[in-house]
């Protein structure tokens, strides 16, 4: 009696399975190593509107990357109000941090990526902040 051949694997399939999981690490890859701008969803702050009229601006959320120039005032209840400057330090702003946010060191010189929120009274309250 004669044997039958077994059918063996069919090589097009195997070539695009490879593929596939091959894309699929890079795609992973990708993902994992890229760092991902923090608040891009949140729109940037434009300074010049808000030092022309800051009332106008109120109740809504920015975004603004900047470098610590001066601790301006702090209270433990209230936080610490820091200047700011903007634009490679040609515009300067005044940002409150919250108490909430006293964990999180910061010191002159240093950049930061701030979500901003403006208040009532037109004074700009950090919401987040990370290192840039």
Known sequence: MARRNRSSSNPPWII???AILAAAFALGAYFISSN????????PLEVSAYLENSNSLRGNTYKVTGEIQNVLGYSST?????SVGINDNSDF?????PASLSHI??????????QLEVTDKGILRAKDLTKA
Do not use: S, V
Request: glycine residues 12%.
């Open 16 to 18: 695009a399975g490879l």
């Open 105 to 114: 060191n910061i010191q002159k010189g240093q950049k930061f990526i701030f």
């Open 36 to 43: 991902g701008e923090p608040y891009r969803t949140t729109a």
């Open 78 to 82: 209230e936080g610490r109000l820091i």
């Open 93 to 97: 702003i005044p940002i409150l941090i």
